[in-house]
């Protein structure tokens, strides 16, 4: 009788984590993608100041006489 109520209390415990988990996981996701997110406009700023710098380098450098 023992065990039984060792493991009955083994499996309230198990179901509140898993109701934890449960409540947690929509937040989880929301904030994987606001990271996402952000992460792929970092990526946008990122290839837009490369490719200015790479125009930049192809101008030619002005020489001043005098």
Not at 22 to 36: D, G, W
Not at 38 to 56: D, P
């Amino acid at each position: 009788m023992e065990e039984a109520s060792s493991v009955s209390g083994k499996l309230e415990g198990t179901h509140g984590i898993l109701n934890h988990i449960k409540n947690v996981l929509p937040n989880l996701e929301k904030v994987s993608e606001e990271v996402s997110s952000v992460s792929q406009e970092t990526l946008a700023s990122t290839e837009e100041m490369l490719a200015s710098i790479e125009h930049q380098q192809q101008q030619p450098i002005p020489i001043k006489s005098g």
